[in-house]
């Protein structure tokens, strides 16, 4: 498991570091390409920032022991760039703390949570941390895409190449 706790120690440093590379490339779009209406999941590059944040905080409650509604997995928590921007930076940090502090014993154990689609589901947590940090992963292609789309060019975010502690 001490691999594995590493593994996931270097998926959250990268995560914030592949998030801010995002970031910086959504921040010089205008408004407009913001919130553009694009065929992708969640309707727009606002959707999905706002949908990443929501699962974050969907799977960090769970992970320490909570309860979450998963009824609204595209509400749009911050209209605005700025605000939704300033609450990606302190999601990357509850991030890095949850991945400081997982053991061995938690990644041994079970998480037990009602789906988005009702059902009552028991997951090793070790899959459950992987798919957390997969699903980031997953929509930042999205958005990588609708960026290019929309005339910018985000930066390489290979975890291979990715600067600092990753």
Known sequence: MDALITHFRRMAAYNRAANTALYDAV???????????RPAFFGS???????????DRLWLTRF?????????LDAILYEEFADLR??????????????????SEFL??????FSYTGR????PNSVTVAHFFNH???????????????????????LFIMPGDV
Do not use: S
């Open 120 to 123: 009552y589901i028991t997951d």
């Open 136 to 158: 980031q992963t997953h929509h930042r292609g999205q958005i990588h895409t609708m960026l290019t789309a929309a005339g910018a060019r985000p930066d390489d975010t290979d």
């Open 27 to 37: 921040g010089k779009l205008g408004r407009d390409e913001f919130v553009r209406p």
């Open 86 to 103: 300033a609450a990606r930076i302190v999601e990357d940090a509850r991030i890095v703390a949850m991945a400081d502090g997982l053991t």
């Open 64 to 72: 320490e022991g909570g309860e979450v509604d998963t009824a609204d």
């Open 108 to 113: 041994a154990g079970e998480i037990r949570y």
């Open 45 to 55: 590059i606002r959707g999905v920032l706002n949908h990443m944040i929501i699962g």
